[in-house]
Structure formats: C-alpha cells, structure tokens
C-alpha cells in the first residue's frame, strides 16, 4: 500500500530554486516546437493542463520514431520536465536513429493526485497521441502519428511510461522505468491491474530503482518502492518477457547516474528494433546475443551475465539483457554505477569569435554525455567551461542535472568572455570538449 501512495500522490520533491512556473516555459524556436492544451472538465479526459516540447534533429527528413522523456510526481518534478527536450545528451541519442525527443509537462498543482496523468487510462494516453499529431503538423513530420515510441519515465513518469507499454506494445520499442512502475496484480486500495498481452511481454523493459528504495535500505520515505518493481517484474518475467532490473548501488529516488546505463540500453533497443520505413511494424527483439544474469540485489556477489544459451540459473529470477556490451555495463552499473566509456566526445563546431566574446556548438557523446569545455588561447590553456560542473546527484555535467534527470534553468550556454585578451591583438582560439568519464575531444 505504502509504494501506491508514494507513487500515485504528489511528491513534494525540491529539485531546483531556479525553476520556472508553469505559464514561464523556456521559449522554442525551430528546431524546437510546442502545443499546449488545458484541463478538461469531461469524465476520463486529463484534469490537469499541459504542454509538450518537441526538439528536431535539423536536417532529418523523416522521423523513424520519438524519444519520450517522461518526469515523475510533485509540482516540482513537473515544473522540471520544461527543460527535458533541451538535454543535449537525450538529443544524442535521438538524432543517432532519427528520433524526436520529447517532453512532457503536466502541471500538476502541489500536493494534488499524481494519478491523474501517470495513468494513462485517465486522459494522458489520449492528450500524448494528440499531442504528436499537432507537432507533427507543426514540425512538417505528419509521420509523427505513426512512429514507435522508446519511453523513459522516473516515479510517476515511469508508471506512466509502464502502463503505455501494456497498452500499446505494437507501438513501444523499448521503455525504461526508474522509480515507478503500474499495478499488475489487483489488490486492495490499489489501482486496476493492468493484463499482460503476449506483445507486451516482447517489448524490452528495464526497471531501475535506488538500494534505498527498499533494497538493501529497508526504512524511508521511498522504502516501498522495490515492493512494486518486484512484483511488476516478476509478472512480466514469469510471461517470458524481455525485462529486466538494475539497481542504483548509491541513491534513493534520485535518478543517479543511470543516464549512463539508461541511453545505452535505449540505443541497442532501438538499433534493433526501429523499421527503416515510418509506418512499418517494430522489429522483433533479437534474441541471438541477448545476455542473462541472475538478479542482483546488492549483496556484494554479482553474477556475471553469461549468454542466454548458457544460463542455468532460475530464468523466473533473472535478468534480461539485450547484448553483451550492455551486459558489461550492467554489471558495472550495479556494482558502483561508473560505467566506463573508451570513446571521445565529438569536437565543437562553429567557433565564433566577436570582440571577446566566443560561442560554439557541440554535440554530446552517446555514451558519456558532455562534462566541460577547455578553451585555449594561443596554443595554451585559458580556461574551463564551466569552472566546475555541477551536479549533486552524480557526474558532474555540463547542463547540471535536477532530481528528475533534466538540465537546470537558466539553461547553461556555450560561450565564454576571454577578460584577459589583449586590446588590438589576434589570438587563435581552440574549443575541446570533454565527457564525464575525462576524455576529451580533437
């Protein structure tokens, strides 16, 4: 009982004292698009108002599928989903496979019913779908209406993202649920149970959730959440269905570093899964290099994954994975959550100097995201971009990061005033870019 009511009641969370209300969204100019739409007052139609930012990748000429970035429960967890279509690290993933990105914002008043958006049954799951026909329209990509979904949600966002998967399997390429999941038991006091289809137990599913969250920290406010994890997995896992759970070895409800496991995972899913024409059925998951471990709940002894064919554990307890390379991260992951990345970011681009002023663009590394810029003047070093990131849920990054894993406002840009430039003189600026494991760029 105590799981529903932290999931479905709204968190009063504090995630940023620099967030903006409701009716002062970040502004949206192409490539970035938006609809808003107002409450209804009609019975199962959604109650609360909200807006939908939608981020391009320039030049793509038609979309393959839309990046949904789902935030959790609380009026300041809604108030943070205003920045999630700006993270440049979710915009890698999704101009890697031709993908929009996403994000919702409800506007849920404080203390008022989280259950009122993420259930889809109560209205979002409609105003969502409308939501990509009007952006579609607007955006001049109508495909918008029939692309495959690839979902991440955190708290409300996942039990919302959760129950899209069991209502439209033949639509989700994959769905990661980090803190919150959606009933599929009926028991007291709780919601009605969503019923497992055979195509839902074939979209690849991760839950993630912090050890404290009841997992080896068994007290606290958000202590009932692995209850609810477990008995969702266990469901789909029983069917055959392609899920599986890592646990955060360091947070509680905060999203941790699990960006680092959580994009990875997506872009394997969604290499293998997306058709190459919009419109066209999802591929079926790969199962020739699928890994399986056995489910680890911190205790110190992880298991390594081995290949599906070699396992011969309890496949019911089990973890699935869709290839080795995740698997690796996995055990990481779990372990202490520094997964590790050999690959350098992409270098800036478009470096423009005007008086002392430089700007450029850059894009993040998939694996590892963006965690600074060095500037150099004259072949030596001038300065870090920013000074010293911040970030006090995990790797420091760039954008810095709110609890519910999107950029802070005022939205962090790239420039930089040279104060020291000498008045008259010329000077050759470089700009390299470094990801948040330390590598850095050309």
């Known amino acids: 009982m105590r799981y529903f009511i932290l999931l479905f009641l709204a968190l009063a969370v504090s995630v940023s004292a620099q967030e903006a209300p409701y009716d002062k969204p970040l502004p949206v100019e192409r490539p970035y698009y938006r609809v808003r739409y107002e409450a209804s007052t009609k019975p199962g139609e959604l109650v609360y108002p909200v807006n939908y930012t939608l981020w391009v990748p320039p030049g793509v000429k038609t979309l393959?599928?839309?990046?949904?970035?789902?935030?959790?429960?609380?009026?300041?967890?809604?108030k943070s989903g205003q920045t999630g279509a700006?993270?440049?690290?979710?915009?890698?993933?999704?101009?890697?496979?031709?993908?929009?990105?996403?994000?919702?914002?409800?506007?849920?008043?404080?203390?008022?019913?989280?259950?009122?958006?993420?259930?889809?049954r109560n209205g979002s799951d409609?105003?969502?779908?409308?939501?990509?026909?009007?952006?579609?329209?607007?955006?001049?990509?109508?495909?918008?209406?029939?692309?495959?979904?690839?979902?991440?949600g955190h708290s409300g966002g996942g039990h919302w993202s959760g129950g899209m998967v069991l209502l439209h399997p033949d639509r989700v390429a994959a769905a990661w649920l980090r803190s919150g999941v959606p009933p599929v038991v009926e028991?007291?006091?709780?919601?009605?149970?969503?019923?497992i289809s055979n195509a839902a137990r074939l979209v690849p599913v991760m839950c993630n959730l912090g050890t404290k969250e009841g997992v080896t920290v068994k007290d606290g406010r958000f202590s009932g959440v692995w209850k609810g994890v477990e008995t969702f997995f266990t469901a789909l896992r029983e069917k055959g269905g392609l899920?599986?759970?890592?646990?955060?070895?360091?947070?509680?409800?905060?999203?941790?570093?699990?960006?680092?496991?959580?994009?990875?995972?997506?872009?394997?899913?969604?290499?293998?899964?997306?058709?190459?024409?919009?419109?066209?059925?999802?591929?079926?998951?790969?199962?020739?290099?699928a890994h399986i471990a056995p489910l680890y709940l911190g205790n110190g002894n992880i298991v390594a994954p081995v290949a599906a064919k070699q396992f011969n554990g309890d496949v019911k307890k089990s973890?699935?994975?869709?290839?080795?390379?995740?698997?690796?991260?996995?055990?990481?992951?779990?372990?202490?959550?520094?997964?590790?990345?050999?690959?350098?970011?992409?270098?800036?681009?478009?470096?423009?100097?005007?008086?002392?002023?430089?700007?450029?663009?850059?894009?993040?590394?998939?694996?590892?995201?963006?965690?600074?810029?060095?500037?150099?003047?004259?072949?030596?070093?001038?300065?870090?971009?920013?000074?010293?990131?911040?970030?006090?849920f995990g790797r420091p990054i760039f954008q810095n990061l709110q609890y519910s894993d999107t950029p802070s406002q005022p939205l962090v840009l790239m420039r930089y005033t040279d104060t020291t430039a000498e008045a008259g003189k010329q000077h050759l600026?470089?700009?390299?870019?470094?990801?948040?494991?330390?590598?850095?760029?050309k």
């Open 64 to 78: 393959r599928g839309v990046v949904v970035h789902q935030h959790g429960c609380g009026e300041g967890s809604c």
């Open 86 to 120: 700006f993270d440049l690290h979710w915009q890698a993933l999704a101009k890697k496979h031709d993908c929009a990105l996403l994000s919702p914002t409800y506007e849920q008043p404080d203390k008022a019913n989280c259950q009122m958006w993420c259930d889809p």
């Open 126 to 152: 409609v105003t969502f779908q409308r939501s990509l026909r009007d952006l579609g329209t607007q955006s001049g990509h109508p495909e918008l209406t029939k692309v495959p979904w690839a979902l991440w």
């Open 187 to 195: 028991a007291e006091g709780k919601p009605t149970p969503y019923s």
């Open 243 to 289: 899920v599986g759970v890592a646990v955060d070895p360091l947070t509680s409800h905060e999203c941790g570093n699990q960006r680092y496991l959580a994009i990875p995972w997506l872009d394997a899913c969604l290499s293998a899964r997306l058709p190459s024409q919009p419109g066209a059925p999802l591929k079926p998951m790969p199962t020739s290099d």
């Open 319 to 392: 973890v699935w994975l869709p290839n080795q390379a995740i698997a690796k991260a996995w055990a990481q992951y779990v372990k202490d959550s520094a997964v590790t990345d050999s690959t350098p970011p992409p270098a800036p681009t478009n470096l423009q100097v005007k008086g002392k002023e430089l700007s450029w663009e850059a894009e993040a590394d998939l694996e590892s995201g963006l965690a600074s810029f060095i500037i150099m003047r004259d072949g030596k070093f001038l300065a870090n971009v920013p000074d010293k990131g911040k970030n006090p």
């Open 429 to 441: 600026y470089q700009v390299i870019a470094v990801n948040t494991v330390g590598l850095k760029s």
